[in-house]
């Protein structure tokens, strides 16, 4: 179709070679490109291992906000990335403390609807989160209220209650009071066509009770771009590209931040739903459209065989 939006071409060999060299960092979504849960996708390891090693800045970017920094170090070596370094990693929950320590410098409280490990990375920035006493009996009408909260944060929270989503939406009461979400992912895969509802059906839920709109921090939110900026020396939109398996978070993002960007066929989003916001007459849909696709990232492999032949 003539003068119909570009995108989704299928890249590989010398090409993929090319733009590899034309950048200077990588970004890497976790979920789905990297790994499924503790499995890793076939031949990651290696890429991420040889882009660290051919003198990439390799940065990982990732919404899931359920494990601290330290953590994902862990797992990266577990799974075989052997030189992935804490600074490397910018999650939606680090990005978040980093959002209420340095952005907004919260004076009072962090009410955090959200995980163990979101709560502990706040506190690791030193932000002062909402201590909850455990009480079964408590309910709406009689629990006590923290008199200094300034802001709300929701995330992934696996022991969602009403009780917790009444609190939050009492706080929000306050105009002064921010409403901040992790990431509005609204589920995430699972094994056998299961799937887990996503920080983004929490903050939904908030957004009706409180009538609010949340401040998102993770993807597609230029902010995590913000913090590498922030955090890496000489980072240029135009050196960087995003590699992701979700359109409407991996790929906006990209495009929010003015990045080129690469959808691997790993994880939640295929083909055909690429070309369907490419062939869109809604041009606020090519904002989804990845500049570059791949089967997986294992597509690179070749890429670093020719370069080591080269120089041996
Ligand atoms: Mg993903």
């Given at each position: 179709m003539a003068g119909a939006f570009k995108g989704c071409q299928k890249i590989?060999?010398?090409?993929?070679?090319?733009?590899?060299?034309?950048k200077d960092?990588?970004?890497?979504?976790?979920?789905?490109?990297?790994?499924?849960?503790e499995k890793a996708v076939t031949g990651a390891a290696t890429v991420v291992n040889s882009l660290i090693r051919n003198g990439k800045k390799v940065v990982f970017v990732t919404n899931n906000c359920t494990r601290p920094r330290e953590k994902y170090v862990h797992k990266f070596s577990r799974l075989g990335f052997t030189d992935v370094m804490l600074e490397q990693i910018f999650s939606s929950s680090y990005c978040s403390a980093l959002y209420l320590r340095d952005v907004v410098?919260?004076?009072?409280?962090?009410f955090v609807m959200g995980c163990e490990a979101l709560r502990s990375e706040l506190q690791e920035a030193g932000v002062p989160c909402v201590v909850e006493a455990e009480d079964p009996d408590a309910t709406i009408y009689n629990c006590p209220l923290a008199p200094d909260v300034k802001a709300v944060l929701v995330g992934h929270d696996d022991k969602m209650t009403f009780l917790k989503l009444a609190k939050a939406s009492c706080y929000l009461r306050d105009p002064d009071c921010l409403f901040l979400a992790t990431?509005?992912?609204p589920w995430h895969p699972l094994s056998g066509g299961r799937i887990l509802p996503g920080s983004g059906?929490?903050?939904?839920?908030?957004e009706v009770s409180s009538g609010r709109k949340a401040t998102v921090i993770g993807k597609p939110s230029r902010?995590?771009?913000?913090?590498?900026?922030?955090?890496?020396?000489?980072?240029?939109?135009?050196?960087?590209l995003m590699i992701g398996d979700r359109l409407e978070t991996d790929m906006l993002f990209g495009a929010n931040c003015r990045l080129d960007t690469m959808l691997t066929l790993t994880g939640v989003s295929q083909t055909k739903d690429a070309e369907e916001y490419?062939?869109?007459?809604?041009?606020t849909n090519h904002s989804f459209v990845p500049d570059y696709i791949v089967d997986s990232i294992?597509?690179?492999l070749p890429a670093f065989e020719e370069q080591d032949e080269q120089s041996n």
């Open positions: 590989r060999g010398p090409q993929l070679r090319n733009l590899l060299e034309a960092f990588i970004l890497l979504d976790c979920d789905g490109v990297l790994w499924h849960g410098k919260i004076s009072g409280q962090v990431d509005i992912d059906s929490l903050t939904a839920a908030l902010f995590m771009f913000e913090c590498i900026s922030s955090q890496f020396e000489g980072v240029d939109p135009a050196k960087c490419r062939d869109s007459e809604l041009t294992a597509d690179f």
